[in-house]
């Protein structure tokens, strides 16, 4: 059985390896890029609607916490969009700099986006919600980005 963390994390990984792809096909030709990029903004909104509409919503349910982490984790969610979107936008203007530079300042945000969510709030959410590991991470995979 996958643990909440273990599940979210693997996840991570997963998003963080299309992110490397795209970066080097972006480097290599923009024109390339546009694939994988739409590919991993997907995935990245995957991954977000996962931790949202399930993960957070049980665990703010459960703690009672709803302006705590979850908070800053959507508001980072946010952020993460709005750099995606210009990934996108400087994909169509065929704007490397653009895109190379939006990319890197995504990438910065994502790592330590990531470390937070792992060193602390998938831990909190495995000790409050591990009965309901299971259900939450099934619910988390039927999930379907809208």
């Given at each position: 059985?996958?643990?909440?963390?273990?599940?979210?994390?693997?996840?991570?990984?997963?998003?963080?390896?299309?992110?490397?792809?795209?970066?080097?096909?972006?480097?290599?030709?923009?024109?390339?890029?546009?694939?994988?990029?739409?590919?991993?903004?997907?995935?990245?909104?995957?991954?977000?609607?996962?931790?949202?509409?399930?993960?957070?919503?049980?665990?703010?349910?459960?703690?009672?916490?709803?302006?705590?982490?979850?908070?800053?984790?959507?508001?980072?969610?946010?952020?993460?969009?709005?750099?995606?979107?210009?990934?996108?936008?400087?994909?169509?203007?065929?704007?490397?700099?653009?895109?190379?530079?939006?990319?890197e300042t995504l990438m910065i945000l994502?790592?330590?986006?990531?470390?937070?969510?792992?060193?602390?709030?998938?831990?909190?959410?495995?000790?409050?919600?591990?009965?309901?590991?299971?259900?939450?991470?099934?619910?988390?995979?039927?999930?379907?980005?809208?």
């Open positions: 059985m996958n643990s909440i963390k273990d599940f979210l994390t693997q996840d991570h990984r997963r998003c963080d390896e299309i992110f490397a792809l795209m970066e080097e096909k972006a480097n290599a030709n923009l024109e390339d890029a546009k694939e994988i990029t739409q590919e991993f903004v997907t995935d990245m909104e995957h991954h977000f609607q996962m931790e949202e509409k399930v993960m957070f919503a049980e665990f703010e349910q459960k703690t009672g916490m709803t302006q705590g982490p979850t908070a800053m984790m959507r508001h980072e969610h946010e952020q993460m969009r709005g750099l995606m979107a210009q990934l996108l936008s400087s994909l169509e203007e065929g704007n490397k700099d653009k895109f190379m530079g939006t990319s994502l790592q330590q986006h990531n470390m937070k969510e792992e060193q602390m709030l998938y831990p909190m959410a495995q000790q409050h919600l591990s009965a309901e590991a299971e259900r939450i991470v099934d619910m988390m995979q039927s999930i379907v980005v809208e």
